[in-house]
C-alpha cells in the first residue's frame, strides 16, 4: 500500500536549518507530482510547496520564498524540503502528501518542526 514517511523535524533555534525527507513507496514516485503542507499550532494545514514529476516545476508559498526549497530524488523515491533562515513562525507539523484526481489524497504522518526564538 502507499506509504509516505516524514523525517528531519526537531528543535532548531531561530536562524537556524532543517531538511525534512519523504520517503515514498506503493506507487510511481517518478510520475507523481508532490507536495508539502504544513499545519501550525491553531491554525488549518497550508500549502508550503510543491514539485512536479516530470519537468521538476517548483511552487513555494509567499512566507518561505527564498528560504525553502523542494527537491526530489527519484532514484531514492524521496522528496526533501530544505529549510533555512527558520524562525518561530515556521514552527508546525510538516506533511508531505502526494494529489490524486477522484480519490483521497494521500498524506504522510507529519514531522514536528519546533524554531525557538
Known amino acids: 500500500q502507499v506509504q509516505l514517511v516524514e523525517s528531519g523535524g526537531g528543535l532548531v533555534q531561530s536562524g537556524g536549518s532543517l531538511r525534512l525527507s519523504c520517503a515514498a513507496s506503493?506507487?510511481?514516485?517518478?510520475?507523481?507530482?508532490m507536495r508539502w503542507y504544513r499545519q501550525r499550532p491553531g491554525k488549518g494545514r497550508e500549502l508550503v510547496a510543491s514539485?512536479?514529476?516530470?519537468?521538476?516545476?517548483?511552487t513555494y508559498a509567499e512566507s518561505v520564498k527564498g528560504r525553502f526549497t523542494i527537491s526530489r530524488d527519484n532514484a531514492k523515491n524521496t522528496m526533501y524540503l530544505q529549510m533555512s533562515s527558520l524562525n518561530p513562525e515556521d514552527t508546525a507539523v510538516y506533511y508531505c502528501?502526494?494529489?490524486?484526481?477522484?480519490?483521497?489524497?494521500?498524506w504522510g504522518q507529519g514531522t514536528q518542526v519546533t524554531v525557538s526564538s
Open positions: 514539485i512536479t514529476s516530470i519537468s521538476n516545476s517548483v
Open positions: 502528501m502526494r494529489p490524486k484526481l477522484g480519490t483521497p489524497d494521500d
Open positions: 506503493g506507487f510511481a514516485f517518478s510520475t507523481a507530482a
